[in-house]
T-cell receptor, first 115, second 118 residues
């Protein structure tokens, strides 16, 4: 069974640009979550989608947005990039999206560098 | 609010030594789950174990064991007979029902870098 797939693996963007990251969950998993990992702030929750609906959102500005498609694939978008957005963005899926106790299965992440 | 504290930033051990990673958590919720994840250099977080707030029975799974104590809000993780392949960053995480509204939202600790040397 294929794991969580994130594309691209690496991305370099310039301040002010926007970026879209993609995530394909494990087949059959309906919940997709996004996390930002930085050396300074650690792992922080961005948002979670289940059945194309955003169910939870972390404390990030509106420049961070996401969506989920009917096939459970998800994208996140960051507009007007800032240097501080440089981070590893991790996507995770879970089988039972209605349960807060479901283990998450993570992808390898997208390393975003903003210059 | 929820908080997870991993006071150990980095631990170095020699192969075959036992190593315990500490985790202390804070939550007002009575129903919650605790997790341990491992992050090897490749980047993906790998789920290791979970424990719910109603079950304080400690368990052993292979070389892994964990000690959950609600009285001290601690959820420590032990690797027995460590191996070089265990070298990674280990994260403790908390998920509470009320906070998530039934969804999935983890609060992570800052991680402990474990280095196992020959």
């Amino acid at each position: 069974k294929a794991g969580v797939t994130q594309t691209p693996r690496y991305l370099i963007k310039t301040r002010g640009q926007q970026v879209t990251l993609s995530c394909s969950p494990i087949s059959g998993h309906r919940s997709v979550s996004w996390y930002q990992q930085t050396p300074g702030q650690g792992l922080q929750f961005l948002f979670e989608y289940f059945s194309e609906t955003q169910r939870n959102k972390g404390n990030f500005p509106g420049r961070f947005s996401g969506r989920q498609f009917s096939n459970s694939r998800s994208e996140m978008n960051v507009s007007t990039l800032e240097l501080g957005d440089s981070a590893l963005y991790l996507c995770a899926s879970s089988r039972d999206g209605s349960s807060y106790n479901s283990p998450l299965h993570f992808g390898n992440g997208t390393r975003l560098t903003v210059t | 609010a929820q908080k997870v504290t991993q006071a150990q930033t980095e631990i170095s051990v020699v192969e075959k030594e036992d190593v315990t990673l500490d985790c202390v958590y804070e939550t007002r919720d009575t129903t919650y789950y605790l997790f341990w994840y491992k992050q090897p250099p490749s980047g993906e977080l790998v789920f290791l174990i979970r424990r719910n707030s109603f079950d304080e029975q400690n368990e052993i799974s292979g070389r892994y064991s964990w000690n959950f104590q609600k009285s001290t809000s601690s959820f420590n993780f032990t690797i027995t007979a460590s191996q070089v392949v265990d070298s990674a960053v280990y994260f403790c995480a908390l998920s509470a029902e009320i906070l998530t509204g039934g969804g999935n939202k983890l609060t992570f600790g800052t991680g402990t870098q474990l280095k196992v040397e020959l």
